[in-house]
Structure formats: structure tokens, C-alpha cells
């Protein structure tokens, strides 16, 4: 985690460190790599001597030539291993600490950052890309090396055991490689780029597609879901070929170009062994070089490839690590190490809060002034885009207001730790999210401690899901409490998904508890009997209760009410109903349709 904190704090991230974490890593491999090359190298030529000693009669030491073959052998099969170990190794350490850097930096990042992004996106970053990175800080090392090592080595074997003026006829050709290579390599980082970006797309169609499934068969939207799938799919397809078209050129030409070398090697080498320059031995020895340049010609083009490819795929790493969160903690380290001493009471100071967010242009609220004691219960009735979830986001710091527009316990919010804030408020949203796991554990979400290492926590949760009215619910599943809920909670009903988080809430016990229309899908004995549980156990702390229903509001000390973003009346149940206003006028209207329902 150090070097994911030093590097994010530069404009620019960088792989240097994690490369430096296995810097003896790298070293080891590429000695070991460097011992096989050279070990490779005198196979060809203890191969040339046995056959000039056959073919001259003066074989004396053969046995010593094929033991020098056998030791060859056995350190290339060795070593291979070796290097694998090292810089294969290194790679998917590499990976997996930088799989994990990202993660933990995508979780600072604030909601304004994943309200402009698509998951299918984030998740290509977490498969394609990082396997683009680790490829290029494993196998392209290797080859990298191989493209320049082996073929210097080749090359300086083939000059002294053999003949310069063969080598140079010999490797001409090849120097087309290295110039061809570079100009392939800028063309690939371009379509790579492309097709990384189109396999994204098709990631996020899939992922938007099956958490969305249950609302396209209900509106028999399957296949133009399977069109739209289908362009992805095409476009993903269209965008890889144009990458491997490029490399189905480069591929054949440095065969073409070794096969000329090996060409020139036979007329002009046959023609010096008529001559009697060189032996059959050295001959023989010489083509084998030449196979050996084979694998480092490949490797010049796969070693470009996989940079070219890892290029693309770090710089779109590059761009999440360089994203900075909107929401830091203001407060200095002191402050920060004693937050196990920091509580908050409950009393929240809202004092002329303008609020617009980052990227629009009208203020959601606007010169909003209320004050909760520590211990009381505010109710918020607003229409639909009234500012009433805004509201609940200031006070959770996922947006920042003007600095002293919301105190909390008389000191400005920013000034208090992130972490304290998430530990002393508890929220329940309108999307209710649960987890794949078990009821219980989802429950258990917000503490710190875990079912298995405190029996005595299913207790509490139980407690907490009775005072959620979600307890007799749960019990009629057949794993009751361990029951898995499936993505998003698919399995349980709207009301059980509300009541489960209300207990996740409520288990928490915090100083702060946020209800955002959080009892809209349960029934009004459900909600009463909640209700009174809420003024039993939440005795001296403070709730915020923010509904579209009257009776989720009357039993609050306060109820606010919010008309396009303007806090426009005031005061009790009571106050509020002989003020005659809008809320007069609501608690009217669901009283009539309430008698309705009653009568049908």
C-alpha cells in the first residue's frame, strides 16, 4: 500500500515502483535467462566438431563433446525453469498488487466519479488490462532480452567460430526487422487502444444486461437486447481482428525475412565450403545459428506487441490512479488518531445551505436553515426532486457544501474524519443494496466484528431484525438467518430488501440514523409497528426520517418541508396541519385516499 500512496500523490502514476518491489526478482531471471542463452550457444558448435572429427577421422574426444551437449541440455531445462519462477513470478506479483491498489484507490474516489462511469468499463480494467500489464512485465521481458541478447550472442558465436563475411550476408536481411518493427509497433498501440475501449463497451452491455434481466422480459425487450449486444459483440470482434490483421502481416514477414537468410546462407556458405574456408562442421554449426535467430526475430515482434498492448491497457490504469476523490479528510493527523475518542451527539446546525451539484447548473438547495437537538427526530416531506436525498448526501459528506453551512455538534462537518462520520451515522438509502451473501451477514455489514469470531453477535442481529419487523420473514425461509439473497438482494421482496437494510441500520446503533424514504414498500401496520420501535430504541439519539407519507412523519419532534430546493414550512405535526400549506394539503389528500383503500 506504500508505494500506492506515493505514487498517487504524483500527477503521473507510475509501474517503476512495483517493477523495484522485485527488482532481485528480475536480476535472478535474467542471469538465470542470460546462463540458458549461453548454454544454448554451444550446442552448435560441440554439434560442427563431432561431425569435422567424422568426417576428418580425428575424433579423440567425443565423449567429452556429448557430455558437453548432455551438460547444455541440462542447464537450458533447468534454467527455464528458473526463469519462469523469477520473472514470471515477479509478473503476477506485480499483478496482483497493482489488482489490489486499484481497488482500494477506486474506493476513495467519490460518487461523482461513478456517476460518469460505467461498471462493464471498471471491470475490463480489472481483466484485460491488468493481464495486458502482467504479459508485458513477464513473457515480453523475456522475449525482449531474448530479441537483443541472443541475437548479439548468436551473432558474436557466429562471427568468431565461423566466418564475419558469412555472418554479415547472413544478418542484412535481418536488419529489416528492427526497422519494420518500429513502425508496426505505432500502428498496434493505436488499435490496441481501440479494441481495449470496445471490449469495455461489451463488458459493461453484458453486465448492464443481466442486472437489468428481470426488466427486460418484463417488457419482452429480449431480442433488442440481443441486438444491441450483438453490435458490441461485432464491434469488439472488428476491433481485435483489425489488431491481429496487423500481426498476420508481421508474422510472415520475419519468416520471409529469416527464410532469405537462410538462403543466402546456403549459396553463399555452400559456396565457401567448395572453397574449403570453412568446414562442413562450421557450415552445419552456421545454419543452426541461423534457426537459433529464428525465435529472437519472433520475439522482437511478440515483445513489441506485448508492450504495445500493455502501453494501451497502463494508460487507461494510469487515468483511475491519477483521478483524485472530492471528499478528503480536512482535519489534521491528530485529529485522525484519536477518532476512537471522536463521537458525535446527534445535534446537526443547517444554516443558509446553497447547494448545486459539480456538474449542473441550478442549486438543488437553496438557503435551507434548520436545527435538530441531539436526541430528536426530523421528519422531511418534499416531492419527488425536492432536494431531500441531496440533503441527506451533504450530511453523509458524499457531495461538500459551502464551508459552516452544516455543523455538526457546533464544528463544520469538514472538519470531522470521514471515518468518524461513517461510524456515528447510519443510512439507509432509497436503492436498497445487499450483498450475494447471507441475511445474516448483510445485517452484520457495518460492524467491524465478523459472525464467526463473535457467536454472541447473532444476538444482536436477530434483535435488530425484530425491531425491523424483518425477523418472522426471515424465519420462514428455510436457512433462515444464513439464507443467501442472491445479487442485489433478487430474492427478497421490495419490503423485505427495506426492512433487512433498516436492520443493517439499526445494528449499527449510531449517534445519527438517516431513514430516506426508507418505509415506502411496506404496508402501514408494518410501518407503524417500525415506527414505534424507532422512538423506543432510538431514545436520545437522532433520526432523520425523509418520506413522501404523512404517517411516516406525524410522530416527529420537527417535520421540514422542501419545495424545489427551499425549506418552505416549519414546525410540528400540529403546527404544520393548522398552518394550512402544503402539508396540509398532502396529509388531506392521503387521508381521503387512505379512506378509499379502507372502503373498497
Request: one cysteine or more.
Amino acid at each position: 500500500m506504500t508505494d500506492r500512496n506515493n505514487t498517487t500523490k504524483q500527477n503521473s502514476f507510475s509501474l517503476a515502483p512495483y517493477l523495484l518491489q522485485y527488482k532481485w526478482h528480475y536480476a535472478a531471471g535474467i542471469a538465470v535467462l542470460l546462463l540458458v542463452d549461453l548454454a544454448s550457444l554451444y550446442i552448435p558448435q560441440f554439434t560442427g566438431e563431432i561431425i569435422d572429427g567424422l568426417t576428418d577421422g580425428t575424433l579423440t574426444d567425443a565423449g567429452a563433446l556429448l557430455a558437453g551437449i548432455f551438460a547444455a541440455g541440462l542447464t537450458m531445462t533447468l534454467g527455464r525453469f528458473g526463469w519462469r519462477f523469477f520473472i514470471v513470478g515477479a509478473s503476477r506479483g506485480i499483478e496482483y498488487r497493482l489488482r489490489n491498489d486499484m481497488f482500494a484507490h477506486l474506493e476513495t474516489l467519490s460518487a461523482r466519479y461513478y456517476n460518469s462511469r460505467k461498471t462493464g468499463d471498471l471491470m475490463a480494467h480489472f481483466t484485460n488490462d491488468l493481464q495486458a500489464v502482467r504479459q508485458a512485465c513477464g513473457m515480453a521481458v523475456i522475449t525482449a532480452f531474448d530479441a537483443v541478447i541472443m541475437t548479439l550472442m548468436v551473432l558474436v558465436k557466429m562471427i568468431l567460430y565461423v566466418s564475419f563475411r558469412l555472418t554479415v550476408f547472413a544478418f542484412i536481411p535481418l536488419t529489416l526487422v528492427a526497422v519494420s518493427c518500429y513502425f508496426f509497433g505505432i500502428e498496434s498501440k493505436k488499435r490496441h487502444l481501440k479494441r481495449q475501449q470496445a471490449f469495455s463497451d461489451l463488458s459493461d452491455k453484458v453486465q448492464e444486461s443481466f442486472a437489468g434481466i428481470r426488466v427486460l422480459k418484463a417488457f419482452v425487450q429480449e431480442e433488442k437486447d440481443l441486438a444491441s449486444f450483438d453490435r458490441a459483440s461485432r464491434n469488439s470482434m472488428e476491433k481485435t481482428l483489425s489488431a491481429v490483421k496487423l500481426w498476420a502481416v508481421v508474422n510472415p514477414f520475419l519468416d520471409a525475412v529469416t527464410g532469405v537468410s537462410l538462403l543466402l546462407t546456403l549459396v553463399f556458405g555452400g559456396r565457401m565450403v567448395l572453397d574449403g574456408q570453412i568446414s562442413i562442421g562450421q557450415f552445419v554449426a552456421f545454419n543452426s545459428y541461423i534457426g537459433m535467430l529464428v525465435w529472437p526475430m519472433i520475439a522482437c515482434g511478440d515483445s513489441i506487441n506485448a508492450f504495445t498492448q500493455a502501453a494501451a491497457a497502463f494508460r487507461r490504469i494510469a487515468m483511475i490512479f491519477q483521478e483524485k476523490p472530492d471528499i478528503i479528510d480536512l482535519c489534521p493527523a491528530p485529529a485522525q488518531e484519536g477518532e476512537a475518542g471522536m463521537r458525535l451527539t446527534g445535534g446537526i446546525d443547517i444554516k443558509d445551505l446553497t447547494f448545486t451539484y459539480p456538474d449542473g447548473i441550478t442549486p438543488v438547495l437553496s438557503h435551507v436553515s434548520l436545527r435538530v437537538e441531539p436526541g430528536e427526530m426530523l421528519g422531511i416531506l418534499a416531492r419527488t426532486g425536492s432536494g431531500k436525498s441531496t440533503l441527506a448526501d451533504l450530511l453523509l459528506r458524499v457531495y461538500d457544501c459551502e464551508k459552516g453551512a452544516i455543523l455538526l455538534d457546533g464544528a463544520p462537518i469538514d472538519e470531522y474524519p470521514l471515518a468518524v462520520l461513517h461510524r456515528d451515522i447510519a443510512y439507509v438509502p432509497q436503492d436498497n443494496f445487499l450483498f450475494s451473501d447471507t441475511l445474516e451477514e448483510n445485517i452484520a455489514f457495518g460492524l467491524e466484528e465478523r459472525i464467526a469470531d463473535h457467536p454472541d453477535l447473532r444476538e444482536r442481529i436477530v434483535q435488530a431484525a425484530k425491531d425491523a419487523c424483518i425477523h418472522d420473514n426471515i424465519m420462514e425461509f428455510p436457512e433462515g438467518y444464513r439464507t443467501l439473497v442472491g445479487e442485489r438482494g433478487v430474492t427478497l421482496s421490495g419490503g423485505q430488501k427495506q426492512r433487512s437494510a433498516i436492520a443493517r441500520a439499526l445494528l449499527k446503533d449510531a449517534a445519527v440514523l438517516i431513514l430516506d424514504d426508507s418505509l415506502s414498500a411496506v404496508d402501514t401496520d408494518t410501518e407503524e409497528q417500525i415506527l414505534n420501535n424507532l422512538l423506543r430504541i432510538r431514545k436520545g439519539k437522532t433520526t432523520i426520517l425523509i418520506a413522501h407519507r404523512i404517517s411516516t412523519l406525524q410522530q416527529a419532534d420537527h417535520i421540514a418541508v422542501l419545495e424545489e430546493g427551499k425549506l418552505t414550512e416549519y414546525g410540528t405535526h400540529r403546527e404544520l396541519l393548522e398552518a394550512g400549506g402544503f402539508y396540509a394539503r398532502i396529509c388531506e389528500k392521503q387521508r381521503l385516499e387512505q379512506e378509499l383503500a379502507d372502503a373498497d
